[in-house]
């Protein structure tokens, strides 16, 4: 069983989307076998319960206030992992995920001993971190580079709304989604757990509207204006007030126009199609809000601090008046297909029994593989050991994709996610020369050899039985034996001094 520990927290000050989109993530790994902790400080308005209550064990580390260091949050951290019986005695985490804008690199090594691999969950991109995989959900300007230089060259990148983590409802009811082009009748509100007035301005603002609709609007209890809320749907029929919600997707299905902040909502809102009144609530929303805005999915009023209840009642005047675009729904749910939290899982718990897809390399693959080749450890079994300028490699990758002599694959996850590239190419003699490299994040679990097996099977549909060789360092003792396990076998080559020559045997195969 997986063992999965994830540090995240929710506030009033910070809001509920940290832990939201971590219980999204949990909720799968849980569902495909994994044992998933959770790590918590417990200010006003934690959902240390509401974590508790979905199944999942929380280790509540002290409130304090806001001024704990990253080096005092991780002795905290591990010192909780200590009281955890399934992690005591030196055992490790298979995974750590921090979900946290005030934790980063420091917090990352210092808690590294622990786990066997760890990943961020980040938006900002405004510190370094130094992790496995790096997890940005976010749809911005630059959004596929703008972690270059904080990661290392090996971290693996999920970039973008493809890996949105979303609640498994929504891609459950998208085939349910009608955006027809009619008049907006059913508005949703929701501005999360960090809002201190906008829900309220916007309760008024409805009040304003002369023709009939229904308003759900989303506010907790706990929120200091649940009952100003209350009295003025007292007033106002066509003002329904709820509390808090397992998730929106339903309410978001039976509605036709959002009014909320840019933050998690975004993609899920994407994912079925809603278009959105929004007002940002901090200054790490506004990318987000600018780029949504310039695709035409939403209409950003501007930060908090300059909405008035006249601005929300214009802009909701102006939505109501005109019918839905049909064209602009299908472009969300374009954008976000509600399986990103599966694609991650893909990631976090991908082992040699799963299936695994071959696909023809491609151009727009070239960055991928730079980065896999230029990873240390790559690097350090390679015949040429230092660094590939990206100049070099665009040359190489293109002569290569292109060649009929070469048959260039990418492994894949049955959900899209890259393992690592295999390449046979043709040699002067007619056999074939496999090299092949694992995506960082995917080693030492056994991949190997699966995916070798499977190129291989891909290489004799095509040529039937190929002479399949292979060169390897003599200190790469794992890629020796993977070779032998498929059947190579191996002896020194007189061409490379030091090296050793692996010739498949046909008579034991590839995948015997």
Not at 297 to 316: E, K, P, R
Not at 368 to 382: E, H, I
């Amino acid at each position: 069983m997986k063992r999965v520990v994830i540090r995240a927290d929710a506030s009033a000050s910070i809001g509920s989307g940290h832990v939201m989109r971590c219980l999204a993530l949990a909720e799968l790994l849980a569902a495909r076998g994994a044992d998933v902790v959770f790590v918590s400080r417990a200010p006003k308005g934690n959902l240390i319960s509401e974590t508790e209550r979905r199944g999942h064990k929380v280790l509540p580390l002290p409130a304090g206030d806001d001024a704990w260091t990253p080096e005092q949050d991780a002795s905290d951290f591990l010192a909780a992992l200590d009281r955890l019986a399934p992690l005591a005695g030196g055992e490790r985490a298979d995974w750590v995920i921090v979900d946290h804008y005030g934790l980063g690199e420091v917090w990352e090594r210092t808690v590294r001993p622990l786990a066997s691999r760890v990943m961020a969950i980040d938006d900002l991109a405004d510190r370094p971190h130094a992790v496995d995989v790096l997890l940005d959900q976010n749809l911005v300007g630059a959004f596929e580079t703008r972690y270059d230089d904080l990661v290392g060259a090996g971290c693996l990148k999920l970039l973008g709304p493809r890996y949105a983590l979303l609640a498994k409802n929504y891609a459950a009811l998208r085939p349910q989604v009608r955006r027809p082009a009619t008049i907006p009748a059913n508005i949703l509100v929701y501005f999360g757990g960090a809002d201190t007035g906008l829900t309220m301005m916007t309760a008024e603002a409805l009040t304003r509207l002369p023709q009939p609709f229904c308003a759900t609007i989303v506010v907790e209890d706990r929120n200091d204006q649940a009952q100003a809320v209350q009295s003025l749907a007292e007033l106002d029929g066509r003002i329904r007030p709820v509390g808090r919600l397992p998730d929106l997707a339903s309410a978001m299905l039976s509605s036709d126009i959002f009014v909320g902040a840019s933050g998690t909502t975004s993609w899920e809102r994407l994912c079925l199609g809603l278009p959105a009144i929004v007002i940002t609530l901090a200054t790490n929303q506004v990318p987000l809000a600018q780029e949504l805005a310039r695709r035409g999915f939403i209409n950003w009023l501007g930060d908090a601090d300059a909405a008035t209840a006249d601005l929300i009642a214009a802009a909701l005047a102006s939505a109501v008046s005109k019918p839905t675009d049909p064209r602009s729904a299908q472009a969300m749910m374009d954008m976000v297909d509600g399986a990103g939290a599966e694609r991650v899982c893909d990631v976090l718990l991908h082992n040699a029994g799963d299936d695994i897809m071959m696909r023809a390399a491609a151009a727009t693959d070239s960055d991928l593989v730079l980065a896999w080749a230029n990873d240390p450890g790559t690097r350090r079994y390679a015949f040429s050991t230092g660094p590939i300028s990206r100049e070099v490699h665009a040359g190489w990758f293109a002569r290569r994709v292109d060649s009929s002599d070469i048959l260039f694959l990418i492994a894949e996850t049955t959900n899209g996610i890259a393992l690592g590239q295999v390449r046979f190419e043709l040699q002067d003699d007619g056999g074939w020369e496999i090299s092949y490299l694992l995506a960082p994040a995917f080693r030492g679990l056994g991949l190997a050899r699966k995916i070798l097996a499977t190129a291989i099977e891909r290489l004799t549909l095509l040529h039937p039985t190929p002479i399949v060789t292979g060169l390897v360092k003599p200190e790469n003792t794992a890629s020796m034996r993977v070779f032998a396990a498929l059947g190579f076998v191996g002896a020194p080559a007189p061409e490379h001094a030091g090296a050793i020559r692996f010739i498949l045997n046909r008579e034991q195969g590839a995948g015997d």
